[in-house]
């Protein structure tokens, strides 16, 4: 039973910093591709950044440079380091797991409950 929680959110100012944690179970970590992606209200969820299984990463434009994506293959667990945070970057962050990396939701069968970040 494959289990994503994802915890690390927050209000922050703009041009602050947060760092998402998503710990996993259930499943050979390391064997999965390891994608987080957000929703804001209003508008579709979309993929901000992934990590496949060779270790390949991926960045949505508007967050390159700002946002890294990592993980801890000892700990099971996926990080989502967020630097000099904008407006638009408020949403609730979701991690997500499945064999392949997918741009679209609808590629990941796995899912954590969100976790919320504000910047104001």
């Known amino acids: 039973h494959v289990q994503l929680v994802e915890s690390g959110g927050g209000l922050v100012q703009v041009g602050g910093s947060l760092r998402l944690s998503c710990a996993a179970s259930g499943y050979t970590y390391g064997s999965y591709c390891m994608a987080w992606f957000r929703q804001a209200p209003g508008k579709e969820r979309e993929g901000v950044a992934a990590?496949?299984?060779?270790?390949?990463?991926i960045y949505l434009d508007s967050v390159k440079g700002r946002f890294t994506i990592s993980q801890d293959n000892i700990k099971h667990t996926l990080y989502l380091q967020m630097n000099s945070l904008k407006p638009e970057d408020t949403a609730m962050y979701y991690c997500?797991?499945?064999?392949?990396?997918?741009?679209?939701?609808?590629?990941?069968?796995?899912w954590g409950q969100g976790t919320q970040v504000t910047v104001s």
């Open positions: 990590i496949g299984r060779s270790g390949r990463i």
């Open positions: 997500a797991a499945d064999s392949f990396c997918s741009a679209v939701p609808a590629g990941f069968r796995y």
